[in-house]
């Protein structure tokens, strides 16, 4: 099953590269096998797969995806993507009303799949936007950040994939599009979750003008 | 066959002669001019390799290769254009049956020789139905401009460049390539104007056509000038490969010098819509239109000038 599974993402990388045209800048940092939290803006099914591509192959082996469990996990081919291709960790999107133990549980199960070896690929808007607001960041990427040591948060903009692959639609459109990554953030001592959830949103937002 | 071999000759000569001059002249830049000027020409070498390809292809296959290389160029252009101009996620069908309906029927009505359609394919029937498609969407804020956008897009990056493809078909029986002579005649014109003129465009203190702050506008009188010649000279020295009269040759030299300075002009007008950003973008991924819009321009004008005023250009098996 193995090479099923590396047919499938070499499939998929070819795909995503050739639909959405992409050219992949590392503006603020280069790729490294250290450990890394990759966030990113979310509007549209491609991000995830293109942000995953973008990452050099020798990478990418380390890298993991979060997703989420409620969508991911729902039919048999989106469990085969999710667990055999993108090696992803799935993550229980909490809703209003689970309270903060379901929260704490979710968030415990990220950093264990992540280990001391493993970056994450995070979406911490936790939904697709429209692709031309940034939404608000949900607080997990905090929790995250704050339960592993030493870890960089690389920003990672990736520009026009909202009007490739659009909510709702099922075939994409054949635009260009450009994945910037840019300089790592880290989180300081003592910093409160509002302040560097807000800092990491700023960072993100300043890719968009380069 | 004697004629094809001296032809090959000659122009693999002439592209080696320019790749070893790209190679001194980048070696030997030292000024920040000389510099910008090496990188144009070994750009443009670069390129002209590539259409020697195109006309290789051309002659190997009666047309139709070179009538598919032309709608890979369209699909490129057009993804390009579209890419840097805002558009509306509702319109996402429509821009969908652009790419892979009007675009694919318009090579196909080409290849299949059906003139009739194929010249009023877009500027009549796609200008329909694009903006009822738009229409058919629901929402109609700003509807003329969703509609004039994509209407514009697929004139420039579909219409205008298939009729390069399309002067394969013109044939002229007198010339000793019978079904090539024409767009090998529009792309030399076009690329001999565009080199010297955006090579004089670089040297310092001349004198700019237009007095603009903005910095898309590089055209300056002695580029248009020493381009026009030069584009001139050359079409002159074709014109035996074609059944163009020496007149007829100077004059079509300085129509294409013409439409390439519209180009120009209109690329400085799309770029300054586009912003920096929009710009960046596009040159991140090679931006295309830079070296193609002066041949979307002339390559119309040329197409119907050769059909009309050229008698023994006619075309073969057009219904």
Redesign the interface.
Known sequence: MKILDQLAGWFLIGGARFVS?S?T?WAGCQPSKRQRIYYANHSSHLDIILLWASIPSSVRKIVKPAAARDYWSKTKGRRFLALNVFNSIFIDRVFEGMGPRAALKSIESVVEGMGEKYSLIIFPEGTRG??EKLGEFKSGVYHIAKRIDDVELVPVYM??L??IL??G?L?P??????VTFGAPLKMENGEKRDEFLERMRQALLDLK?I | MKESLILGAAVLSFLLICSGLAVLFNKKSGSETSRKMAEIWSTRTRMWWGMAAIFVVALLTKSVGSIIVFSLISFMLLRELITVTPTRNEDHKVLLSAFFMILPIHYLLLISNWYGLFVILIPVYAFFVVPTMIAATGSLDRFFERAAKIQWALMLCVYCVSHAPALLLLRMDGAPFPNAPLLMFLIIVVQAKETVASLVNTLPNMHPTLKTENVQWTMTWEGVLTGTAAACAIGLALSPLTEFSLPQALAMSITISFMCGASNMCLAGLKSDWGRHGTVLIECHGAMIDRIMPLCFAAPVFFHLSRFYCLTATPVGFH
């Open positions: 045209g050219v800048r429209d692709g520009e026009n909202n009007r659009p909510k639609m075939l459109l054949p635009l260009l599009s450009n003008e």
